[in-house]
């Protein structure tokens, strides 16, 4: 880690759990092996799987102000890591995954992707959204089908691969059905298999189980851990459930409220699988969520303040309590 | 069937009266036909093929007609929606020009096109177009932002993007705007029709006009009230539903 803080001098200051050594960031020992090997870092400088450097994004509010969004983000992802982001709603969190799918141009800085410079969406990068962004009206196969269609795959490949992808779901039955007769779970997990269908590198998950029940929660998390160590995909993953980010990810990345920035980073180092309730869980979460507090705090303040949008200096330090 | 019985008896109802009124010969029959004169003008020109030919060429021109609106709509209103210097602009403009009865056309078209079939397609494409054009911007604003994302996202661009993402996700909200636009396409035909031989069925109205036979005018009439509402009730009821199926959407009552 201590080279990258080189490499990017105006990253802000990570604090690493005292627990883990400060070298750990990377991929570690898992109960899988990791697919991608990396380089020696000694040989020549490792190329990320994602690479964000001094990413801004700011936007003119309807009163005509314009307003930081997102403030000089530095992150790197390694190959087959699962980096989770949180950050109290109004971060920024989920405009910074819009970024690096491409749907959205930055202002400034860069948006790496195996050190080649994000031009637009690409089917590299696959978004798996919220709700309510499969095709109703396409059935479950043909939803899971559209984005090979996109890329010209052969038809004949494509059946193969529907079946593949929704048999690793567990929805083969499904495939012929419409997404209104589905379960939000289900849903959720045709929109895993459609988005692993076109093959990414990397997957963009927007609290995809936000909105689910708390034992469909639970399921998919296992679910996706599995089909993760399974296919050996990079994730970022974007929540505000700090026990989820710490129930999934490698590290966790804490934003601050407007404008997002990278406040610290936890490497989570627990064995897998992990499960929700675990009291090691609990109490990795427990430390981020100390440093949350403050942020959503200052989130809450701002939603309290009648609608007035805060004008946060840029350079100010988050932590302030109002 | 309590519906059906409701049926029977509105329509009974009618027709009684409307025999009633006719046999208390307070107008001449040339004025005021009797249900059975208009069934026998329908036989008759069913039996020369007159109607037959006039609902060919009728439909024909309907949908050349309706089939260019829906096309240049489409594009048009998707156009407005997506272009801010459109819809500020153009927006305006194709509102106000929907109080304009296509029909208002007709001399230009004439001037334009000459007496021939165009002028007529001309005033029907007017008639329709604004409504496809409005339905289509109206639509492409409601669909849930995040259809145009999520295709983009798994690599649709350009006209992929529309015919295979854009188009069915705002289907549900311009189907509305289609039916609409058929209605419109359906009356400035008849209209048009009306003004010059043309040989549709606006014509073989305006003959029995000129032969001052009243039970052909009628017949020619719930012709075209017919063609209207079968096309209404089959192709459009029939596209609502699948549609509904499809997004599991409950069916308006």
Redesign the interface.
């Known amino acids: 880690m201590s080279t990258d803080v080189q490499k990017f001098p105006n990253q802000f200051p990570i604090s690493v759990d005292p627990r883990f050594p400060a070298d750990s960031a990377g991929p570690r020992d898992r109960t899988r092996p990791v697919s991608v090997g990396r380089p020696a870092p000694a040989v020549a400088p490792e190329i990320f799987k994602v690479g964000l450097s001094d990413l801004c994004l700011s936007y003119r509010t309807q009163s005509g102000e314009r307003l930081l969004a997102l403030d000089h983000i530095n992150l790197q992802v390694h190959p087959g890591e699962f980096v989770c982001i949180v950050g109290p709603s109004g971060c920024g969190k989920s405009t910074l995954l819009?970024l690096i799918?491409g749907?959205h141009p930055q202002t400034s800085g860069q948006i790496l992707i195996d050190g080649k410079p994000v031009q637009g969406?690409?089917?590299d990068?696959?978004?798996i959204?919220q709700e309510?962004?499969?095709?109703?009206?396409?059935t479950v196969g043909q939803n899971v089908e559209?984005?090979m269609?996109?890329?010209g795959i052969p038809k004949a490949e494509r059946e193969e691969k529907i079946r593949h992808y929704l048999h690793l779901v567990h929805l083969a039955k499904f495939e012929k059905s419409?997404?209104?007769?589905l379960s939000g779970g289900m849903r959720q997990r045709i929109a895993i298999a459609?988005a692993l269908a076109?093959e990414p590198d990397v997957l963009l998950m927007d609290e995809p189980f936000a909105a689910l029940d708390a034992q469909t929660r639970d399921l998919l998390h296992d679910e996706l851990e599995r089909i993760w160590s399974e296919t050996g995909r990079t994730i970022i993953f974007v929540t505000h459930n700090v026990r989820e980010a710490v129930r999934l990810g490698d590290r966790v990345v804490l934003l601050t409220f407007r404008p997002g920035r990278v406040k610290s980073e936890f490497p989570v180092e627990l064995p897998r699988p992990r499960h929700l309730e675990d009291p090691t869980v609990a109490r990795a979460a427990r430390e981020i969520l100390d440093e949350l507090r403050d942020e959503i705090n200052r989130s809450l303040a701002a939603e309290y303040n009648d609608g007035v949008k805060p004008r946060i200096e840029p350079g100010v330090a988050g932590g302030s309590r109002v | 069937m309590k519906r059906a019985a409701r049926y029977i008896i509105f329509y009974s109802a009618l027709f009684g009266l409307w025999t009633l009124l006719a046999e208390l010969k307070i107008w001449p029959p040339y004025l005021f036909p009797t249900p059975w004169g208009v069934g026998e003008a329908l036989y008759a020109g069913f039996q020369d093929h007159t109607y037959w030919i006039a609902i060919r060429v009728s439909m024909q021109r309907v949908l050349i007609g309706y089939g260019i609106s829906v096309v240049l709509g489409m594009i048009l209103g998707l156009g407005v929606a997506s272009n801010k210097f459109l819809e500020e602009t153009m927006g305006g403009l194709l509102v106000s020009l929907q109080s304009l009865p296509s029909i208002c056309w007709w001399p230009l078209a004439l001037l334009w096109f000459g007496l021939n079939q165009n002028a007529i397609l001309f005033v029907v494409i007017m008639g329709s177009l604004l409504s496809v054009t409005l339905a289509m911007e109206d639509g492409r604003k409601q669909m849930p932002k995040i259809f145009g994302q999520a295709g983009r996202n798994l690599g649709a661009k350009g006209f992929k993007l529309f015919w295979y993402v854009l188009l069915p996700a705002s289907l549900p909200f311009i189907v509305s705007g289609l039916k609409q636009g058929w209605a419109f396409a359906w009356r400035s035909l008849i209209t048009a029709e009306m003004l010059y031989l043309s040989l549709g069925l606006g014509q073989v109205l305006m003959m029995g006009r000129d032969l001052n036979d009243m039970s052909a005018v009628i017949a020619v009439m719930i012709l075209i009230i017919a063609i209207g509402y079968v096309v209404d009730g089959v192709v459009f009821k029939g596209m609502e539903r699948h549609l509904q199926n499809k997004w599991g959407l409950t069916p308006a009552t």
């Open positions: 819009h799918a749907l969406p690409g089917t990068r696959i978004m959204f309510h962004a499969l095709f109703p009206w396409l559209f984005g269609k996109m890329k419409y997404i209104h007769q459609r076109t």
